[in-house]
């Protein structure tokens, strides 16, 4: 007769360990989040019963499970994911999976079949050697490693709904008394695209130069992210996304007035907006709300749309700081910074911009000569500037529609508002045009209203998050590296090219004597600039030695 074996009781550590694998990824990441915002290990090993051992080891995958969970169709199905399944072919996976997002992201239809055709053909392209059948059983097994639910889609109305937008300001009002926010810790972000060095295609066309057969040469584009509070008192520092991360008009730049990235397509990605949260937004906005006068750890919520491009809202959560979606299709209504903010900076940054062509021309250049002069780092420069330049009530005013009980001074009704951006736009169109008229170049001289009204719209409805071919997604399996920065080792500045300080301390000095004869240059941008050249000064030393 056989002996039943008896079963050895497991000690705690074992528990734990059992405990572990029993917690779902949402619940990891709830855990990686609680450990960022400040929650002691102790603490999380009594409230989720694991070891400090499995917290390390969780701590160690952060970054592949945060990315596993972003990458999810729905969140709401990683509460009883346990594992990351790995596909036998990663390459495949990834391609397949930004496939679908783009096809979502166009409202196109999808349907199983859909989906394994494609893996087939991705499969032939990525040059698979093992075979795979992708049959209904792959496909099951496919979804459920991205927590992927339904791959039917319904596209959204294309106008915005004016009764959810309505029905939001109360529930946003509620937010705000809730908790008493001050207009100090409640901030909005949103991208747009800029077509930094378009013309009016007429000034081309008087000029007998070439005129672009399409939009593509005439439209070289940066993604800009803008970011302020509600009360108006705080702007973050410019993200800025272009095409190349090493241009060579940026050689040897050690600081930039923007946070720059890049990627082939200039435009914004989950990767690239969850780095600017965690590196900038959050720093910058605990710090103003220190500084004025708010607690230590007060919460900060970040208003956001429904963009392909931003993460779930599960990962914009650090030290007390949350990012929380506004509803869809709603945000042409009531976003802030689609009420006028970013309208205003572009139309600054375009307002200079066509002022510095026009003064190239009025001293003999032709315009496409000003068109290669003009560089990335012209434009990098002069969208921070028109950024630094726009003002608190326009900020303030912003929120006039989502904010409904919130005090502003000088408080603008919805007429009113439109109006006033408006009336703005209208004084530069006209001295723009006046400034045009009295140069002798008929390349210039014959601009009008409309041709300037171009420029200024051409990029409106520009997508801020650009959808890939099939053969682009197919090749960021090939080769990640190329795809994220096309630019070579070539665009390192060398030694010889820095300009020496004595040169820059020389340079500072014509500066000053050229800015004192002018009357509209104030003393203190006068003193920056001595302030400037006594930083080199004291620098030529410390280099020597």
């Known amino acids: 007769m056989s002996k039943r074996v008896k079963a050895i009781p497991m000690d705690n550590s074992e528990k734990k360990k059992r405990k572990h694998l029993s917690l779902s990824i949402a619940q990891k990441v709830e855990l990686l989040q609680k450990l960022d915002g400040g929650v002691s290990v102790r603490h999380l090993t009594e409230e989720y019963g694991v070891g400090t051992t499995t917290i390390y080891d969780l701590k160690k995958q952060k970054d592949k499970l945060l990315k596993f969970y972003s990458d999810s169709d729905n969140q709401e199905l990683m509460k009883n994911r346990k594992t990351l399944h790995r596909a036998k072919n990663e390459d495949l996976d990834r391609v397949l999976i930004e496939w679908i997002r783009q096809q979502r992201s166009k409202d196109k239809p999808l349907t199983g079949l859909l989906v394994m055709k494609q893996a087939r053909l991705y499969h032939e392209e990525l040059n698979i050697e093992s075979e795979c059948e992708y049959s209904e059983g792959w496909l099951q097994k496919f979804k459920k490693r991205h927590g992927i639910k339904y791959l039917k889609i319904c596209g959204e109305k294309a106008s915005a709904d004016l009764e959810p937008a309505e029905n939001y300001i109360d529930e946003f009002a509620k937010i705000i008394s809730d908790e008493n926010f001050s207009p100090e810790q409640i901030y909005n972000a949103d991208e747009t695209a800029l077509y930094w060095c378009y013309v009016p295609r007429k000034t081309l066309a008087m000029a007998d130069e070439r005129v672009p057969t399409d939009y593509k040469d005439a439209k070289q584009r940066l993604t800009v992210l803008g970011c302020a509070n509600a009360a108006g008192t705080h702007k973050i520092k410019l993200a800025v996304i272009g095409k190349s991360l090493y241009p060579k008009c940026l050689k040897g730049?050690?600081?930039?007035?923007?946070?720059?990235?890049?990627?082939?397509?200039?435009?914004?990605?989950?990767?690239?907006?969850?780095?600017?949260?965690?590196?900038?937004?959050?720093?910058?906005?605990?710090?103003?709300?220190?500084?004025?006068?708010?607690?230590?750890?007060?919460?900060?919520?970040l208003f956001l749309d429904h963009s392909s491009a931003h993460p779930p809202p599960e990962l914009l959560v650090k030290s007390n700081v949350f990012g929380i979606y506004l509803p869809q299709n709603v945000t042409s209504v009531i976003q802030p910074c689609d009420q006028g903010i970013l309208r205003s900076m572009k139309s600054k940054y375009k307002h200079f911009f066509l002022n510095s062509m026009l003064a190239s021309v009025n001293r003999g250049l032709k315009i496409q000569d000003f068109l290669k002069e003009f560089s990335l780092k012209d434009a990098i420069y002069a969208v921070a500037n028109a950024w630094n330049d726009i003002d608190k009530s326009t900020l303030k005013n912003a929120w006039h529609r989502l904010w409904a009980t919130m005090m502003f001074e000088n408080y603008l009704a919805d007429e009113d508002?439109?109006?006033?951006?408006?009336?703005?736009?209208?004084?530069?169109?006209?001295?723009?045009?006046?400034y045009a008229k009295s140069l002798s170049a008929e390349s210039v001289n014959k601009l009008e209203e409309a041709d300037i009204e171009e420029m200024l719209n051409i990029d409106n409805d520009a997508p801020i998050e650009h959808p890939l071919s099939d053969g682009e997604i197919a090749e960021m399996g090939?080769?990640?590296?190329?795809?994220?920065?096309?630019?070579?080792?070539?665009?390192?500045?060398?030694?010889?090219?820095?300009?020496?300080?004595?040169?820059?301390?020389?340079?500072?000095?014509?500066?000053?004597?050229?800015?004192?004869?002018?009357?509209?240059?104030?003393?203190?941008?006068?003193?920056?600039?001595?302030?400037?050249?006594?930083?080199?000064?004291?620098?030529?030393?410390?280099?020597?030695?």
């Open 253 to 301: 730049v050690c600081n930039l007035p923007v946070h720059y990235y890049a990627n082939k397509k200039a435009s914004v990605t989950r990767e690239i907006f969850a780095d600017w949260f965690n590196k900038y937004f959050v720093p910058a906005a605990r710090a103003h709300c220190k500084q004025a006068g708010l607690e230590d750890n007060c919460k900060i919520l």
């Open 417 to 434: 508002f439109e109006g006033f951006i408006d009336s703005n736009e209208k004084t530069m169109i006209s001295k723009l045009l006046t």
């Open 478 to 545: 090939l080769n990640i590296d190329e795809y994220e920065d096309s630019s070579g080792d070539d665009d390192i500045m060398s030694a010889d090219q820095k300009i020496s300080i004595d040169h820059m301390v020389k340079i500072c000095d014509q500066l000053i004597a050229g800015l004192e004869q002018c009357a509209f240059i104030s003393k203190q941008e006068i003193m920056a600039i001595y302030s400037i050249k006594e930083k080199l000064l004291r620098q030529k030393p410390v280099l020597k030695r």
